[in-house]
Nanobody
Framework: QVQLAESGGGLVQPGGSLSLSCAASGRTLSPLHMGWFRRAPGKEREFVAA????????SYADSVKGRFTISRNNAKNTVYLQMNSLKPEDTAVYYC??????????????????WGQGTQVTVSS
C-alpha cells in the first residue's frame, strides 16, 4: 500500500501563492490517479483538483479554477498543487489522495483509496 505525505502548507497573505507537494513512498504512484481535497473548519471535505495517471486530464473545482494548478512527476513520485491568488476562503487542511479505480470520475471522492495526513493552509492578512 502506498503512503502519501503532504508538505508545503503554511500561512500566506491574500493574493499570495503557495505550492504543496505530495510525496509517495512504499509504492510508486504512477498507476494512480491523484487528487487534492480540502476541509475547511466546520465544513465537509471537498474536491479541489485531480490529475490522471499520465497527466492527460486535469480537473478543478470551480472555486479554484484559474488559480490552482495540479501537476505530477511520476519519476519523482510526487504530485504538486500550485496555488496562486489565494483567498481567505482557501483556508483549509489540504489532503493528497490516490485512486486505483481508474474507470471512475477523478472528481469522485469516494473512489480514492489512499490519503495523506493533510497540511494546513491559512490565508490571512
Amino acid at each position: 500500500q502506498v503512503q502519501l505525505a503532504e508538505s508545503g502548507g503554511g500561512l500566506v497573505q491574500p493574493g499570495g501563492s503557495l505550492s504543496l507537494s505530495c510525496a509517495a513512498s512504499g509504492r510508486t504512484l504512477s498507476p494512480l490517479h491523484m487528487g487534492w481535497f480540502r476541509r475547511a473548519p466546520g465544513k465537509e471535505r471537498e474536491f479541489v483538483a485531480a490529475i490522471t495517471r499520465f497527466s492527460s486530464t486535469r480537473s478543478y473545482a470551480d472555486s479554484v479554477k484559474g488559480r490552482f494548478t495540479i501537476s505530477r512527476n511520476n519519476a519523482k513520485n510526487t504530485v504538486y498543487l500550485q496555488m496562486n491568488s489565494l483567498k481567505p476562503e482557501d483556508t483549509a487542511v489540504y489532503y493528497c489522495s490516490g485512486m486505483t479505480h481508474t474507470g471512475r470520475p477523478i472528481e469522485m471522492e469516494s473512489a480514492y483509496e489512499y490519503w495523506g495526513q493533510g497540511t494546513q493552509v491559512t490565508v490571512s492578512s
